[in-house]
Each structure stands twice: as structure tokens, then as C-alpha cells.
């Protein structure tokens, strides 16, 4: 029997409509600059030659519904509104249909930001970690089993800030289609079950402030919300 020295950490764990097992989470990854008018708003285009990608803890995992407090190190922190793909099956070096077929569904998620941090850390060519891999910035909705969303096609997927319209577009504004990002990430991880992919955020990211009230929809997906304590 294995004895630890502490009691280790629970592992995160994310709620599936219709199922009462949990969806535990085993890494996650997210796409940079997945749609026109976010990249262009950042100041960038989008890198047509193939996705890129930045990491989040899985300890960064929070369920929606939940209050957090603003986080230390930023005076920008921001909201990003994304559909989150859950991994349903093992995929090395997938093509597209396989890399469909291994999707076990799909999610609304919040990724949030230290936007400070992140445009610092881009601007001296440095890793995003601190901008982005902050605790309790990835917002997770319950999941929608693949079957049960039925294709992407052009949901809306829009974002509130206390009631107000900040982001809306359609997922099929996205640059890199979710077969596409996971034949491409498969290339190199050995992708498989537990593993979670936000897949970009549309324009209109912002900063919050405490008190506020984010609310993600995705047409089809249970929405995520967020108050900052
Ligand atoms: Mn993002």
C-alpha cells in the first residue's frame, strides 16, 4: 500500500448531464488565438501554418457556479469565453475523422487571464505561465456528451458581464476546427481520456472587477457562470 506524507489533492472533476459518474481531469490545454477578431484585437493575427498552445494546471479547474477571489499579481484580469472539447479515448498522431471520433463532449468554459502578466511575459518572449496558469481561472460547465451536442456547426457562443453582451460570435468563426486541433495536438501528446482542450476565445475579451457576474453560454451546453468575490 502506498502511504503519502500529506493527503494529496483531490483530483478535479468536472459534472456530465445525464451521467452520475464525474469526468476527472487529467491535463489541460488551450488554443492561442483561435479566431480573427481576438487576434486581431490583441494586436496579432492568427498563425495560419498550425495551432498553438499554452497549458493550464488541472489545479487551475474550478466548476461553475463558484466565487473566486480577484487574483494577486494582476490589475487586469480578464474573462475569455471558450468551448471547452473533453478527450473520450486514446489518439496518437490522429487524422481529423479519428480525432473527431475520440471527443467525449464538449463544455462551456471561462479562461481566465492575468492580462498584464501574459502581454508582459508575450512582450519579452517570455512563457504565459503566470498570465495564464493562475489558480481558479478555468471555469468549467458540465459537459455534453458528443452524441447529445451533435456537430459543431454555427452555435452561438456569447459571454455576460453582469447582464451586458461582451462577447458573441459563432463556432464556426473559429480559425482551427476542433478535429483539426486535436489530429494537430495528438502530434504531439499522447492525448486520451480526462484531457481537456479550450479551444480559443472570440473578440470582446475585458477585465473584470470584484462583485461581477460572468455568464458563458454555448448554443446546446450548459452555461458556465463566475462571480468575483
Ligand atoms: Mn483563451
Redesign the pocket.
Known amino acids: 500500500m502506498v502511504q503519502y506524507l500529506f493527503p494529496p489533492e483531490p483530483v478535479k472533476a468536472v459534472p456530465v448531464i445525464g451521467e452520475a459518474a464525474l469526468y476527472p481531469v487529467r491535463r489541460i490545454f ?3 488565438r ?1 479566431y480573427v477578431d481576438h487576434a486581431r484585437e490583441m494586436g496579432l493575427e492568427v498563425d495560419r501554418e498550425a495551432p498553438f498552445y499554452f497549458t493550464k494546471s488541472p489545479y487551475s479547474a474550478e466548476l461553475t457556479g463558484g466565487v473566486f477571489p480577484y487574483p494577486p499579481g494582476t490589475t487586469n484580469f480578464h474573462y ?1 469565453m ?1 468551448l471547452v472539447v473533453a478527450m473520450g479515448a486514446d489518439v496518437f498522431r490522429a487524422t481529423r475523422d479519428q480525432a473527431a471520433a475520440a471527443v467525449y463532449g464538449y463544455g462551456c468554459g471561462l ?1 481566465m ?1 492575468r492580462r498584464d502578466l501574459q502581454l508582459a511575459e508575450r512582450s519579452k518572449q517570455r512563457p504565459w505561465d503566470t498570465g ?1 496558469d493562475v489558480e481558479h481561472s478555468a471555469i468549467l460547465a458540465p459537459l455534453t456528451k458528443a452524441a447529445d451536442f451533435g456537430a459543431i456547426a454555427d452555435q452561438a457562443i456569447t459571454l455576460d458581464q453582469n447582464g451586458t453582451r461582451k462577447q458573441q460570435a459563432r463556432l464556426s468563426d473559429m480559425v482551427w476546427k476542433v478535429d483539426e486541433i486535436i489530429a494537430h495536438l495528438s502530434g504531439l501528446y499522447h492525448l486520451g481520456r480526462g484531457d481537456l482542450i ?1 479551444t ?2 472570440p473578440a470582446g ?1 475585458g477585465p473584470v472587477v470584484a462583485g461581477d457576474v460572468i455568464c458563458g453560454q454555448i448554443q446546446g451546453l450548459a452555461p458556465v457562470t463566475l462571480t468575483i468575490a
Open positions: 488551450c488554443v492561442g483561435n475569455e471558450e479562461d487571464t495564464k479550450f480559443g476565445t475579451v
